[in-house]
């Protein structure tokens, strides 16, 4: 009796290990171990800066002010109206400072502009990016297919062809309109409303 006993007993313990051996075998993982998680700190839509310490170099130009020759931290200046775009200062930096697109785009003007010096300009989805003071052979070409943090160019010589005789900073602006308008100053509030203040995608 004894051995019939341990005989059952021995068979129920290998058919509970069978059964949960066979269950676990089978399972599906639920997490696949190389797909890519996206980090909180940088969602995957997020734009990124036009260059390196982007607004903590804002300082003389600002979107929407109104510059005129008397009250321009510039001197001398050679514009008046409504500033459409911010300015990036740069003067202190000798060597290369590159620019980059802030998103993915498509380069629908790239060369050199009265005012500007070298100026590229990126169509966005909802946007286009104006970038302005660069050394023209540095940009990419028109019709150019780019990614989000792509560099576009560097930024020019300061007081050369390259700047249009300016000093070494970024004219940064973003236009609402579909339409490309190369103007870095406005006579009026109304004609300033075509773009956006920069610094509100970039909170």
Not at 151 to 173: C, N, P, W
């Amino acid at each position: 009796m004894k051995i019939v006993y341990i005989i059952v007993s021995l068979l129920l313990v290998f058919l509970i290990y069978d059964n949960f051996f066979s269950q676990h075998s089978r399972q599906t993982p639920s997490v696949t171990i190389n797909s890519p998680t996206p980090t909180p700190t940088q969602p995957s839509n997020k734009i990124v800066e036009p260059v390196a310490e982007f607004k903590t170099r804002i300082t003389k130009k600002f979107y929407g002010t109104y510059i005129t020759p008397q009250n321009s931290p510039i001197k001398p200046e050679k514009f008046t109206g409504f500033h459409t775009a911010v300015d990036v200062e740069y003067e202190d930096i000798k060597g290369d400072v590159p620019v980059y697109s802030i998103d993915d785009g498509q380069v629908i003007y790239s060369g050199q502009v009265n005012g500007y010096g070298g100026f590229i300009a990126i169509q966005y989805p909802q946007y286009i990016g104006i970038y302005g003071h660069l050394q023209p052979k540095s940009l990419l070409p028109n019709k150019s297919v780019i990614k989000k943090g792509n560099v576009i160019g560097i930024l020019g010589q300061a007081y050369s062809a390259e700047t249009d005789g300016e000093r070494k900073h970024l004219h940064f602006a973003i236009l609402k309109s579909v339409k490309l308008d190369f103007r870095g100053y406005v006579q009026t509030e109304s004609e300033l409303s075509l773009w956006i203040d920069p610094l509100t995608l970039f909170p």
